[in-house]
Nanobody, 115 residues
Framework: QVRLVESGGGLVQPGGSLRLSCTVS????????MGWYRQTPGKPRGLVAL???????NYVDSVKGRFTISRDDAKNTVYLQMNSLKPEDTAVYYC?????????WGQGTRVTVSS
């Protein structure tokens, strides 16, 4: 059974940094895309960043230059380094694993950017 467990969320002041981690347990296909989405109340879940198994990355425009997604396949872990955080980055962040067979989601970790 595949499980995704996120960590690293919390409260940070505007301009601060956080690093989210998501570790995957279970057997997964080597060819996959991992990513981060976020959601705020009353809004649909939206893409933040993706990284393929070839380490090709894609970011939503609002985080370009501030967030960096990376992966360590030896640890089955994907990271999201978030710098220069803004109040509008406040959301629940979800990790996702996309394989040919199906998608998997984590339980979410809350990020609050506030002074």
């Amino acid at each position: 059974q595949v499980r995704l467990v996120e960590s690293g969320g919390g409260l940070v002041q505007p301009g601060g940094s956080l690093r989210l981690s998501c570790t995957v347990s279970g057997s997964i296909a080597s060819e996959n895309t991992m990513g981060w989405y976020r959601q705020t109340p009353g809004k649909p879940r939206g893409l933040v960043a993706l990284i393929t198994s070839d380490s090709v990355t894609n970011y939503v425009d609002s985080v370009k230059g501030r967030f960096t997604i990376s992966r360590d396949d030896a640890k089955n872990t994907v990271y999201l380094q978030m710098n220069s955080l803004k109040p509008e980055d406040t959301a629940v962040y979800y990790c996702t694993l996309d394989t040919v067979a199906r998608d998997y989601w984590g339980q979410g970790t809350r990020v609050t950017v506030s002074s």
